[in-house]
């Protein structure tokens, strides 16, 4: 025990000595620089480059915030900031920011800014052709005070002047909740925000009065937050006294079990959690926690796979660093990390394979395994997105078709159906194609890129001769179609649009609304708590 003792001393001085030495370098250096270098140098940006190219060799959530950037991390801790409550986003064929989506009852939707309204000044200064970062800026300030907005609306041409004043603004955790079809309980958690928890609370037990008899938690594209906030979740599930997650990090008294508080709201109702590749950090402690305590069935695909804790400490100068220090685990005990950042050379990343996975059991005696995420007990995959989709969203070759026709869509339908009803008719899709051909709106085909690779390699390796006519057969039928491409996704194209003007027509909760109309995951959800046999079947073990 000395010998080892001796040792790790030893090593910690070794340690000590290199850390000291490396500084002292890296002051002597910037010195030198700083005097005798050809230009100036601007201390902020080289030591700050210095600084982010040291924690790029860590991992991609170890961030430096300077103190003009400190309000980064606070509103991604707390989900709140100062502003007017509004997305906005850059409008490619007229090169400037417009309002993408304001939120319901925030100062944007109070004064009657729309989906598409260019931004032309804030208090007097052009916002014509300024980057959406700067206008966000602009936009955001302290809470209380007024700048005057001026705005041109395109369906009118219109140009407006409008007073705001900024207020507190904090993204709902849940942006619609309610009763489905089959009388299913439905709950969508965007984010793990402070006190999300309440809400969800208040929105279960409400639910729970109107006599649900089963919960689908939706967790899809919610990437994480607050870890308390998600043991404060399960606790509504799980009774009091149990550990939910367990973190574990270079420092043991920095090392914590979060066990649940208080009485929980429900042990026995049915709960499916649909969760999909971007399910991050915290969705990932809450439906992992739930799987391993056999509490729900997680339904989808597998998670993203973030299996570390970050906190926040000051640094000199009003500056914030988020800090990855440990690693949590489920209460089965496995780290659901998919992969392993490396610190030589710069920095490199490695997969965890499923191969190099381990198993573990939950409560019940379910086989699970650590690493890549959390598995769904239920595999669903959703409805893939159309190529064409992504670049008419993409607006790649700037003419901004698919954001035009919505822009004239609201200016000639004052109101619509409820979001639950609303879908896209025929005729109004029939306008929708004519206005992308008459744009001539391209984008690049994958079968048609794979091709051409295709005919690249076979000219490298001497087969082209023998295989053209086959190429050249194949090309004929792979010829770039439009109208052909816009029939064959005009299901999927309609439910974009739908969900699109959803968010205009009824803010976010319209749009996670009208989602499920059309919504794989959540059908099979919605049939499997409909089925008590087979719901408490995938629970249990496995046969042996």
Same mark, same amino acid.
């Given at each position: 025990m000395l010998t080892v003792a001796l040792s790790s001393t030893a090593q910690d001085k070794d340690h000590n000595l290199e850390v000291a030495k490396n500084l002292d370098v890296f002051n002597t250096i910037y010195k030198q620089l700083d005097m005798l270098y050809v230009d100036t140098l601007d201390a902020k940006e080289v030591i700050g $480059?210095?600084?982010?190219g040291m924690l790029r060799s860590l991992d991609p959530y170890t961030v430096y915030y300077p103190e003009d950037q400190a309000n980064k991390l606070r509103t991604l801790f707390t989900g709140k900031y100062a502003g007017i409550g509004a997305m906005i986003r850059w409008n490619s064929q007229i090169n400037n920011s417009v309002i993408e989506e304001p939120y319901e009852g925030m100062p944007a939707a109070e004064v009657g800014l729309k989906k598409g309204d260019v931004i032309l000044s804030i208090d007097g200064e052009s916002m014509v052709g300024k980057m959406n970062d700067y206008v966000s800026n602009h936009l955001r300030g302290d809470a209380g005070t007024t700048f005057e907005l001026k705005i041109r609306r395109p369906s009118t041409g219109k140009e407006m002047k409008m007073k705001i004043t900024r207020r507190a603004i904090q993204m709902p955790a849940v942006p619609y909740y309610g009763i489905v079809h089959d009388n299913i309980g439905y709950i969508k958690l965007s984010e793990f925000t402070e006190n999300c928890t309440k809400t969800v609370r208040r929105a279960f037990?409400?639910?729970?009065?109107?006599g649900i008899k089963g919960l689908v938690l939706d967790?899809? $594209? $919610?990437?994480?937050?607050?870890?308390l906030e998600a043991v404060n979740t399960v606790n509504l599930f799980i009774p009091k006294g149990?550990?939910?997650v367990s973190n574990r990090g270079k420092l043991k008294r920095a090392n914590h079990d979060y066990k649940t508080t208080v009485e929980p709201v429900d042990t026995i109702m049915p709960i499916v959690v649909l969760v999909n590749g971007n399910s991050a950090s915290s969705s990932e402690v809450t439906c992992g926690a739930l799987q391993d305590l056999d509490r729900a069935v997680i339904m989808g695909t597998k998670t993203y796979g973030k299996g570390l804790v970050q906190m926040s400490l000051d640094v000199p100068y009003n500056g914030e660093l988020k800090l990855?220090?440990?690693?949590?685990y489920t209460p089965s005990g496995r780290c659901i990390q998919a992969v392993n950042y490396r610190h030589a050379n710069g920095g490199s990343t490695e997969e965890i394979a499923d191969s190099l996975t381990h198993k573990f059991y939950t409560r019940a005696g379910r086989e699970v395994r650590d690493g890549g995420g959390i598995k769904p007990d239920v595999i669903v995959q959703a409805d893939s997105l159309p190529n064409i989709a992504y670049y008419l969203a993409a607006a790649r070759d700037s003419n901004e078709v698919l954001l035009n026709y919505e822009v004239d869509y609201i200016a000639k339908h004052p109101t619509v159906a409820?979001?639950?009803?609303?879908?896209?008719?025929?005729?109004?899709?029939?306008?929708?194609?004519?206005r992308v051909l008459a744009s001539n709106f391209t984008y690049d085909r994958t079968s048609e890129k794979i091709l051409k690779e295709?005919?690249?390699?076979?000219?490298?390796?001497?087969?082209?001769?023998?295989?053209?006519p086959e190429l050249e057969a194949l090309k004929k039928k792979l010829n770039h179609n439009v109208?052909?491409?816009?029939?064959? $996704?005009?299901?999927?194209l309609k439910n974009i649009i739908a969900n699109d003007l959803m968010s205009a027509y009824y803010f976010q909760r319209g749009a996670a609304q009208n989602a499920l109309r059309h919504d794989p995951q959540m059908d099979e959800a919605v049939k499997l708590i409909g089925d008590p046999q087979r719901y408490q079947s995938l629970l249990r073990p496995a046969a042996k």
């Open positions: $480059n210095a600084i982010n037990v409400e639910m729970k009065h109107q967790l899809r $594209n $919610n990437p994480g937050g607050s870890e149990i550990t939910v990855t220090t440990n690693k949590y409820p979001a639950d009803q609303f879908e896209i008719s025929d005729e109004d899709y029939a306008e929708f194609k004519r295709l005919e690249t390699l076979t000219k490298f390796e001497g087969y082209y001769d023998d295989a053209k109208a052909k491409d816009l029939d064959y $996704n005009k299901q999927a």
